[in-house]
């Protein structure tokens, strides 16, 4: 798996000698998005230390979300980002180093994008720029799709709503079957893929 920052990329791997997912990282790492203790940017992918058992990844802006076989959801860099503008404030907070976000019950997924967590509970959770307080948007949530743009959801009733990136407006898109996945393509364009495997595409 493969997950990509601004200026920086991430690796999920898997060591079949060892049966165990080893997380790299290289590229710019002025906020420290590499995760390795340091400001050093990096050419080469180097192995992030002191997480394991690593099964998703997901690079924001300038900072990463790992997500572990225990529902545990590890973080590091800044939240410092284009999108942290739009929810009233950017924060220098800094993780140079994997830290567990902690306060929440286990986490299915995850989207460092608009900082998004969907817990087994189907509750959609949203943490501050600060890494610290964590807040309750919408429930009863199957699977979630987050771009710049918009928070894509797709509920326990198979009904996809689209939230825009401010948090200030939703919008119910209709006349598709039973959804499996949405992706937002540009602003306002949609695809989605039905149960039954066809694409749809919503301008």
């Known amino acids: 798996m493969i997950s990509c920052g601004n200026h920086f990329s991430v690796f999920l791997t898997t060591d079949i000698r ?3 997912s080893k997380v790299l990282t290289c590229g ?6 590499l ?14 230390d002191g997480i394991e058992n690593i099964t998703s990844i997901s ?10 076989t225990l529902g545990q959801v590890w973080i ?19 993780l140079y180093i994997p830290n567990i976000l902690s306060g929440i019950d286990p986490i299915a997924s995850i989207s460092s994008k608009h900082n998004l967590l969907l817990d087994l509970n189907g509750n959609l959770l949203q943490f501050s720029d600060d890494f610290s307080n ?3 948007l919408l429930q009863n949530v199957q699977s979630i799709e987050s771009s710049h743009n918009h928070i894509i959801v797709i509920d326990n009733d198979s009904r996809i709503l689209v939230v825009d990136k401010n948090l200030a407006r939703s919008t119910w898109l209709g006349g598709f079957p039973i959804p499996q996945q949405v992706a937002e393509i540009s602003s306002n364009k949609y695809f989605v893929v039905d149960a ?8």
């Open 28 to 33: 710019n790492n002025y906020y420290g998005q």
């Open 18 to 20: 060892e049966n165990k």
């Open 196 to 203: 039954e495997s066809n694409l749809w595409y919503m301008n």
């Open 76 to 94: 590091w860099g800044s939240t410092y980002s284009s999108i942290s503008q739009y929810r009233g404030g950017i924060s220098r907070h800094v």
């Open 59 to 68: 690079a924001g802006e300038n900072h990463v979300l790992a997500l572990d």
């Open 35 to 48: 995760g390795l203790g340091d400001k050093l940017d990096r050419q080469i992918p180097t192995i992030v």
């Open 134 to 136: 964590i807040k309750l």
